[in-house]
């Protein structure tokens, strides 16, 4: 059974940098795709990065170039290095994993969702 627990949201102002973490279990690496998924109010969740390998990453547009995704695979964790955060990245996170053979950006490629954690972002 898959698990993820996620961990480090908080509330900062913009233009500030935050890192959240991921803890997981019960996955194979070489099967799977990790991804972060966001969700702010009155809005759909939307993919933020999803990580095959260390090589083979992507971002939503709206973050590219100030999100990086990464993992260390000796500690189960998925990390989400935020920087240059604005108030329109503000929301609930979600850590995620999808099979390898159908990883997407999309909610509904997802397997198993962790529970979020908050984010909030003020101007």
């Known amino acids: 059974q898959v698990r993820l627990e996620e961990s480090g949201g908080g509330s900062l102002q913009a233009g500030e940098s935050l890192r959240l973490s991921c803890a997981g279990s019960?996955?194979?690496?070489?099967?799977?795709?990790l991804a972060w998924f966001r969700q702010g109010t009155g809005k759909e969740r939307e993919g933020v990065a999803r990580?095959?390998?260390?090589?083979?990453?992507r971002y939503a547009e709206s973050v590219k170039g100030r999100f990086t995704i990464s993992r260390d695979t000796a500690k189960d964790i998925l990390y989400l290095q935020m920087d240059s955060l604005k108030p329109e990245d503000s929301g609930m996170y979600y850590c995620?994993?999808?099979?390898?053979?159908?990883?997407?950006?999309?909610?509904?490629?997802?397997?198993?969702w962790g529970q979020g954690t908050q984010v909030t972002v003020s101007s």
């Open positions: 019960g996955y194979d690496y070489d099967t799977v795709c």
């Open positions: 990580i095959v390998s260390d090589r083979n990453t």
């Open positions: 995620a994993a999808m099979r390898r053979t159908w990883c997407f950006l999309e909610p509904s490629a997802v397997t198993d």
